[in-house]
């Protein structure tokens, strides 16, 4: 168990080469002082070995010890503090110059600086940020554990933070300019309040689903998420949306101070008012000016209508249903669970290490330790064969090592009558409870392996000892290499134990944590999915003046959570506490592109002729929401794309979720959502024709529908 990728002569059997030296210390952890020395020792070990301080060259060093988990989180949270400074200046940049706007004066495209306002993004971004300090300084005083894992939060709230942002910036450009600013604030917030507010409601509520989930490393990262979620949504509703009132008065006073020295139009003269010229100015006056910006041009006349087209919409569902059949294949192939080495940088020494044992040593042992809370009195004969009987169910596992790997203090004290020389004492002192118990306590003294594995009650019995209350020992198991092995073998021994349930046995290795993370991770994940789309259909019931719509939003939260679960198999991503995390997040983000398209759809309510049709809601949804959506997407982007320089597994893990869920987030809004509201729009209205003519459409009609509709309504 010592050297890996032996070769040996075959005729003397002799070593001949090695490829790997494998070199175990135990080292002792019974007082806080030898604790101090033991950690001390892990710690400056593995730091020489990082630092390649080997004696010789001739060797690749590596290492891992009890701590390295912790200490490879820890030089990860390193890496990534400098990034979030690094993505905090991109993000405020490209607020920055996402509230700036451009106009053609002359031939030369400049600046307006009327329209432009960069000091409302950097405004933006800074109660965001105060919404993250506030968040962190809430989970401590309230006691909350503050893991690895919250450090990826404020890359990610800093991005929610500047998507309300945009959408409250763009509602308010669309106000009248000449309004008084309590009328543009109204304005504005009827349109990007509900947004703003459901969208924050249906965020942060992911986030608390997600911290019902019995799992450690999950629960206080939701959390976190969360309370950054809510304090975000209260500085931006107060603290943000003040500051852009503020700016507004200052430019309403600065325009009163500055219209006195304008010069003023001249009256026309009465040689003026010749009849060419009241018809030129006429004409001249009556042509119509856009005004409107180049983003909302280019979604209401260039993007919206390729987009109402049959064929288009055709393609759209045709591409719609691929990605969903993609999709379900993936989620077949769903894997549930990580790799231990997976924890670990990827330049780190323990890795490598890690690496050669799975090659090398694949058939190392791992100790499993067992409680017995119930011990037998192991000197009466009847009760110490009924107990033998159950550690040989134990041993006899598909995992087991068997009972040469097993370490028990009673074999023990047999070895230990052995070297006293005593002969046939042993036998003797098993058939006679006073002396089995008498001999006990300086055996337990003079093997400082067993000392720890026997705690005594108070009550006093021959010997001067008293009973025995709990004992311990350990077994080896072997062949659990992989997840599923993982799992069968903890489910084998946990049977086993729960066979001889009259000694209360409890078993424990590390890999047990992996092994009930995998057995919850699928059904819990299925679980806070449930629960998070009953609330959101009901939270956009409330929110959205229109039934179907809630339907479309829960419909789209479902199609985007099975494209991320079936997708992050395809790219190599499993169903892990980290993807699970942010699949929490998932809920929330496409809630926010769904309920925005939804929203924008339902309210645009008048067109040319009238009630708006299916395409001109089409076109005015977009028109509206179609870039700051754009802007908030990239915003995201930039946000969790340093994530990706991250040499960190946890790390890229999120990264590749969330950029699974932004893109199928936005290509949703953007293009699925539209077609369906349209299309089911059209098949209601059609619906509605044919009732105002006095005939219901039945489903065994459709196949004729064209037949039995009126001429006049064959068209729709």
Same mark, same amino acid.
């Given at each position: 168990?010592?050297?890996?990728?032996?070769?040996?002569?075959?005729k003397?059997?002799v070593?001949?080469?090695?490829k790997?030296?494998l070199?175990?210390?135990q080292?002792?952890?019974?007082?806080?002082?030898?604790?101090?020395?033991s950690?001390?020792?892990e710690?400056?070990?593995?730091q020489r070995?990082?630092?390649k301080?080997?004696?010789?060259s001739?060797?690749?060093?590596?290492?891992?010890?009890?701590?390295t988990?912790?200490?490879?989180?820890?030089?990860?949270?390193?890496?990534?503090?400098?990034r979030?400074?690094?993505?905090?200046?991109?993000?405020?940049?490209?607020?920055?110059?996402?509230?700036?706007?451009?106009?053609?004066?002359?031939?030369?495209?400049?600046?307006?600086?009327?329209?432009?306002?960069?000091?409302?993004?950097?405004?933006g971004?800074?109660?965001?940020l105060?919404?993250i300090?506030?968040?962190?300084?809430?989970?401590?005083h309230l006691?909350?554990?503050?893991i690895?894992?919250v450090?990826?939060?404020?890359?990610?709230?800093i991005?929610i933070?500047?998507?309300?942002?945009?959408?409250?910036l763009?509602?308010?450009r669309? #106000?009248?300019?000449?309004?008084?600013?309590?009328d543009?604030? /109204?304005?504005a917030?009827?349109?990007?309040?509900?947004s703003?507010?459901?969208?924050?409601?249906t965020?942060?509520?992911?986030?608390?689903?997600?911290a019902?989930?019995?799992l450690?490393?999950?629960?206080?990262?939701?959390?976190?998420?969360?309370?950054?979620?809510?304090?975000?949504?209260l500085?931006?509703m107060?603290?943000?949306?003040a500051?852009?009132a503020?700016?507004?008065?200052? %430019?309403?006073?600065?325009?009163?101070?500055?219209?006195?020295s304008?010069?003023?139009?001249?009256?026309?003269?009465?040689?003026?008012l010749?009849?060419?010229?009241i018809?030129?100015?006429?004409?001249?006056d009556?042509?119509?000016?856009d005004k409107?910006?180049?983003?909302?041009?280019?979604?209401?006349? /260039?993007?919206a209508?390729?987009?109402n087209?049959?064929l288009?919409?055709?393609?759209?569902?045709?591409v719609?249903?691929a990605?969903?059949?993609?999709?379900?294949?993936?989620?077949?192939?769903?894997?549930?669970?990580?790799?231990?080495?997976?924890?670990?940088?990827l330049?780190?020494?323990a890795?490598?290490?890690?690496?050669?044992?799975s090659?090398?040593f694949?058939?190392?042992?791992?100790?499993?330790?067992i409680a017995?809370?119930n011990?037998?009195n192991?000197?009466?004969?009847?009760?110490?064969?009924?107990f033998?009987r159950?550690?040989?169910?134990?041993?006899?596992?598909l995992c087991?090592?068997?009972r040469n790997s097993t370490?028990?203090?009673?074999?023990?004290?047999?070895?230990?009558?052995?070297?006293?020389?005593?002969g046939?004492?042993?036998q003797?002192?098993?058939?006679?409870?006073? /002396?089995?118990n008498?001999?006990l306590?300086?055996?337990?003294?003079?093997?400082?392996?067993?000392g720890?594995?026997?705690?005594?009650?108070?009550?006093?019995t021959?010997?001067?000892e008293?009973?025995?209350?709990?004992f311990?020992?350990?077994?080896?198991i072997? %062949?659990?290499?992989?997840?599923?092995?993982?799992?069968?073998?903890?489910?084998?021994?946990?049977?086993?134990?729960?066979?001889?349930?009259?000694?209360n046995?409890?078993?424990?290795?590390?890999?047990?944590?992996?092994?009930d993370?995998?057995d919850?991770?699928?059904?819990? #994940?299925?679980?806070?999915?449930?629960?998070?789309?009953?609330?959101?259909?009901?939270?956009s019931?409330?929110l959205?003046p229109?039934?179907?719509?809630?339907?479309v939003?829960?419909?789209?939260?479902?199609?985007?959570?099975?494209?991320?679960?079936g997708?992050?198999?395809?790219?190599n991503?499993?169903?892990?506490?980290?993807?699970m995390?942010?699949?929490?997040?998932?809920v929330?983000?496409?809630v926010?592109?769904?309920?925005?398209?939804?929203y924008?759809?339902?309210?645009?309510?008048?067109?040319k002729?009238?009630?708006?049709?299916?395409?001109?809601r089409?076109i005015?949804?977009? %028109?509206?929401?179609?870039?700051?959506?754009?802007q908030?997407a990239?915003?995201?982007?930039?946000?969790?794309?340093?994530?990706?320089?991250?040499?960190?597994?946890?790390?890229?893990?999120?990264?590749?979720t969330i950029?699974?869920?932004?893109?199928?987030?936005?290509?949703?809004?953007l293009?699925?959502?539209?077609v369906?509201?349209?299309?089911?729009?059209?098949?209601?209205?059609?619906?509605?024709?044919?009732r105002?003519?006095?005939?219901?459409?039945h489903i065994?009609?459709?196949?004729?529908?064209?037949?039995n509709?009126?001429?006049?309504?064959?068209?729709?």
């Amino acid at each position: 168990m010592t050297l890996g990728g032996v070769e040996t002569d075959p005729k003397t059997g002799v070593i001949k080469t090695a490829k790997a030296w494998l070199i175990s210390y135990q080292l002792k952890q019974q007082t806080p002082l030898l604790n101090a020395l033991s950690n001390t020792f892990e710690t400056t070990m593995g730091q020489r070995i990082w630092r390649k301080e080997t004696p010789t060259s001739l060797l690749n060093v590596y290492f891992f010890h009890s701590n390295t988990f912790e200490e490879e989180l820890d030089e990860g949270n390193k890496r990534i503090t400098p990034r979030f400074i690094l993505t905090f200046i991109v993000v405020i940049s490209f607020s920055i110059l996402g509230t700036i706007t451009l106009k053609r004066k002359g031939s030369v495209v400049v600046i307006d600086w009327v329209t432009s306002k960069p000091y409302l993004a950097w405004s933006g971004v800074m109660a965001t940020l105060l919404a993250i300090i506030s968040a962190v300084g809430l989970g401590l005083h309230l006691g909350i554990l503050f893991i690895d894992m919250v450090t990826v939060m404020p890359f990610l709230i800093i991005s929610i933070g500047i998507d309300d942002m945009f959408l409250i910036l763009a509602a308010w450009r669309s #106000t009248d300019r000449e309004a008084p600013v309590v009328d543009r604030i /109204e304005t504005a917030m009827q349109h990007a309040g509900v947004s703003v507010t459901m969208t924050s409601a249906t965020d942060a509520l992911s986030f608390f689903i997600g911290a019902m989930a019995p799992l450690p490393a999950v629960t206080p990262f939701c959390l976190y998420s969360a309370y950054a979620i809510c304090f975000t949504y209260l500085y931006t509703m107060t603290l943000f949306l003040a500051i852009v009132a503020l700016q507004a008065k200052l %430019g309403h006073f600065a325009r009163m101070f500055t219209v006195g020295s304008r010069p003023k139009k001249p009256k026309p003269s009465f040689s003026d008012l010749t009849l060419t010229n009241i018809i030129a100015k006429i004409v001249v006056d009556e042509e119509p000016v856009d005004k409107r910006p180049w983003y909302q041009r280019f979604f209401e006349d /260039e993007f919206a209508p390729i987009l109402n087209r049959p064929l288009v919409q055709l393609l759209a569902v045709l591409v719609l249903i691929a990605y969903l059949v993609i999709s379900i294949l993936g989620l077949r192939q769903l894997k549930v669970g990580f790799n231990l080495k997976d924890i670990v940088l990827l330049d780190s020494p323990a890795r490598g290490f890690l690496d050669l044992s799975s090659e090398y040593f694949s058939d190392d042992y791992s100790k499993v330790d067992i409680a017995v809370n119930n011990p037998p009195n192991m000197a009466n004969p009847i009760e110490r064969e009924a107990f033998m009987r159950a550690l040989e169910a134990m041993e006899s596992t598909l995992c087991s090592s068997g009972r040469n790997s097993t370490d028990f203090w009673f074999f023990g004290y047999k070895k230990y009558f052995d070297r006293l020389g005593f002969g046939g004492s042993w036998q003797a002192t098993l058939e006679d409870e006073a /002396e089995f118990n008498q001999n006990l306590r300086p055996f337990l003294l003079a093997d400082d392996n067993y000392g720890h594995d026997v705690l005594f009650g108070p009550n006093k019995t021959i010997g001067g000892e008293g009973n025995i209350t709990v004992f311990r020992l350990s077994t080896k198991i072997t %062949g659990v290499d992989s997840n599923n092995k993982i799992m069968a073998c903890t489910a084998a021994m946990r049977g086993a134990a729960d066979a001889f349930s009259q000694y209360n046995l409890t078993t424990y290795t590390p890999m047990w944590n992996l092994a009930d993370q995998f057995d919850i991770m699928l059904p819990q #994940t299925l679980q806070n999915v449930i629960i998070d789309l009953v609330c959101m259909f009901f939270i956009s019931l409330l929110l959205i003046p229109h039934p179907l719509c809630a339907v479309v939003v829960v419909l789209s939260i479902m199609s985007v959570h099975v494209g991320v679960l079936g997708l992050m198999t395809w790219w190599n991503v499993n169903l892990d506490a980290t993807s699970m995390i942010t699949l929490a997040m998932s809920v929330g983000f496409s809630v926010d592109f769904a309920a925005h398209i939804t929203y924008a759809y339902t309210i645009t309510a008048e067109g040319k002729n009238g009630r708006a049709s299916p395409d001109e809601r089409v076109i005015g949804a977009l %028109g509206d929401l179609g870039w700051p959506l754009v802007q908030g997407a990239s915003a995201t982007l930039l946000g969790v794309g340093v994530l990706g320089t991250i040499n960190s597994f946890i790390v890229r893990t999120v990264f590749k979720t969330i950029m699974l869920v932004i893109v199928l987030g936005v290509v949703h809004a953007l293009i699925f959502l539209p077609v369906a509201m349209s299309l089911v729009h059209q098949a209601i209205r059609c619906i509605r024709k044919c009732r105002r003519k006095g005939r219901t459409v039945h489903i065994a009609d459709i196949k004729n529908v064209n037949n039995n509709l009126p001429q006049a309504v064959k068209p729709s």
